[in-house]
């Protein structure tokens, strides 16, 4: 079964009128402020998925400011979660720095949603703050054994939007933080688990971190899948389009490029998800 752990849909009302919330949430002006940003609602996701042969898609929305906002497009995923049973698998996004995001997680976990995130923080890095507001969050999800997804991305090349400021001694800390927690680190984890090769600590330090291969085209060549499952372990692997940034299909072909025997694909693009998100067969 092929699952992409990684994609963003929105309400059909927040496509039309992106211009007025980008107005409202700096954050969200610097993704999709443009029109040149692709925005779609689910419908456009299962076409895409039919596309491309994707079976499953966990979907999520945005980390909004504002409260309201954020509650009406995790009520979308909901509903999505709710219409198409068979097809989708929802998280939970928000701003930890919400004061009712402890309330909102809970609510949409007790709904069906099987996790947190894309947590983001675009504007800023993974700061002693951040990893304090994240706290609360990280206990609920520790307790319902469900994965918290962060974004992270690599802390040197080139620039691009919602590039945020992270290091790599920020995300390690994030992982030293919070280490029972089941945490995905979107975007390859910035390419943390390259220290994985250090002999003390750090492997140890992130036995439960998993890497997402969100956006990977764009920021690796294909020699990085080789070097994840050597460094990083094939199990902490899982396929991540960030649809609609980039279509399936393009992962797809690169994969098929590289020296992966099928066993390894199977894990990446599906297995390992199935096992992380407690959707294995019985």
């Known amino acids: 079964m092929i699952i992409d752990i990684h994609t963003h849909v929105f309400p059909p009302e927040f496509i039309r009128h992106r211009t007025d919330y980008a107005s409202d949430d700096e954050g969200f002006r610097l993704l999709y402020g ?12 299962l076409e895409s998925m039919d596309a491309s042969g994707v079976e499953k898609s966990v979907i999520f929305g945005f980390p909004w400011k504002n409260d309201r906002i954020s509650k009406t497009h995790n009520d979308y995923i909901i ?34 949603l099987t996790g947190v995130g894309e947590i983001a923080f675009y504007n800023r890095g993974l700061d002693d703050d951040v990893l304090e507001s994240l706290k609360t969050i990280m206990k609920i999800c520790l307790d319902r054994s469900v994965p918290v997804m962060i974004h992270t991305n690599e802390p040197i090349g080139h620039t691009y939007q919602g590039k945020a400021p992270i290091t790599l001694l920020q995300i390690y800390n994030l992982a030293r933080c919070y280490p029972d927690n089941k945490i995905i680190l979107a975007h390859w984890g910035g390419g943390i688990f390259f220290y994985n090769a250090l002999k003390k600590e750090v492997k140890e330090s992130m036995q439960n971190i998993y890497f997402d291969t969100a956006a990977s085209p764009f920021l690796y060549d294909s020699r990085v899948y ?25 992962y797809f072909k690169e994969i098929k490029s590289t020296e992966l025997n099928q066993n390894e694909i199977d894990n990446i693009c599906g297995n390992n998800a199935m096992k992380l998100l407690g959707r294995e067969s019985k």
């Open 34 to 45: 443009s029109l040149q940003s692709k925005m779609i609602p689910v419908e456009k996701m």
């Open 226 to 250: 080789k070097l994840a499952i050597e460094l990083a372990g094939l199990e902490k692997i899982l396929f991540g389009s960030d649809f609609p940034l980039i279509s399936p299909t393009r």
């Open 79 to 112: 509903e999505s979660i709710q219409q198409y049973p068979d097809r989708f698998i929802g998280f939970c996004c928000l701003d930890p720095f919400n004061s009712n995001a402890a309330d909102e997680v809970i609510r949409c976990l007790d709904a069906g």
